[in-house]
């Protein structure tokens, strides 16, 4: 476990305080980074992971990346969020890995909010220092969501393979672009194809070619969102054999078109 924790990389993708009505919806939403949502005022709703969440002022919301998040507020709600991604192993996804709650209800919720607007604050600062407070602050409140036993990584056997397939890991992260086969991958880890697959599966729950396919996509979320770059250079850069793959895949695994996706940008403006 101590493995696992040293190898956590966070980066804050944009934080801010926003004040919401009835135009605020979002539906379905399977974006690749997690969201902080701290509640100021007013009150909201949403629903992730097949629980729904009455938004209340005082507490801080944890949403996982990829959780198909439906919400929205009545009259109006004033937030202070983030969103952020955390990846353990050179990419893989922190959430994937390490069971947490979803709210936390703060003793000192006037504390808490000086310190999520301090790193707004210094999110928007160029200073080093302000990021690095940002950085130290975001940490800090991850943690209270991680109160439990870590279920997903206490076997040790599993820990073991998961650090066997840390290079692994980091080729796929950067050769996205290149073909990438099975047998190729199973040379890095030292081991059988057939074996490398079951074993591969077992550790982290998904083929390894689905791994490769939901990484690229992951990406291009990524790519879309924060950048104007076409399609067709996109599904260039990250495998896929032309635009139309890139687009089939893409809505196959989101249930949008890249265009709509980009269209709709993050939850939260």
Not at 180 to 207: C, D, H, M, N, W
Not at 221 to 234: G, P, Q, S, Y
């Amino acid at each position: 476990m101590d493995d696992l924790l040293s190898t956590l990389q966070l980066k804050i993708l944009v934080a801010s305080r926003g004040h919401f009505s009835t135009q605020w919806r979002v539906r379905n939403d399977f974006s690749p980074y997690a969201r902080f949502y701290l509640i100021a005022s007013g009150s909201a709703w949403m629903r992730h992971h097949d629980r729904d969440f009455s938004l209340s002022p005082g507490n801080l919301y944890l949403i996982p990346p990829r959780s198909g998040m439906e919400g929205g507020c009545g009259r109006h709600v004033e937030i202070y969020w983030t969103h952020f991604t955390a990846s353990v192993y050179s990419g893989l996804d922190w959430f994937d890995w390490i069971d947490c709650d979803y709210v936390w209800k703060p003793n000192n919720f006037n504390e808490i909010k000086k310190r999520f607007s301090a790193l707004v604050t210094g999110y928007h600062l160029t200073i080093p220092a302000a990021k690095i407070r940002s950085q130290s602050i975001q940490l800090e409140l991850l943690a209270p969501f991680y109160r439990h036993p870590l279920s997903k990584s206490n076997d040790k056997n599993r820990q073991n393979w998961m650090q066997r397939f840390k290079p692994v890991m980091e080729y796929v992260e950067n050769h996205l672009g290149d073909k990438l086969t099975v047998s190729q991958l199973a040379k890095k880890a030292y081991l059988e194809r057939a074996y490398f697959s079951t074993r591969f599966s077992e550790t982290f729950g998904i083929p390894v070619k689905k791994y490769i396919i939901q990484r690229r996509i992951d990406h291009a979320r990524r790519m879309l969102l924060d950048t104007n770059v076409k399609l067709e250079a996109i599904a260039g850069e990250l495998g896929f054999t032309d635009a139309f793959h890139f687009s089939r895949t893409f809505k196959k695994l989101t249930g949008e078109s890249p265009s709509d996706f980009r269209r709709r940008g993050p939850a939260l403006p």
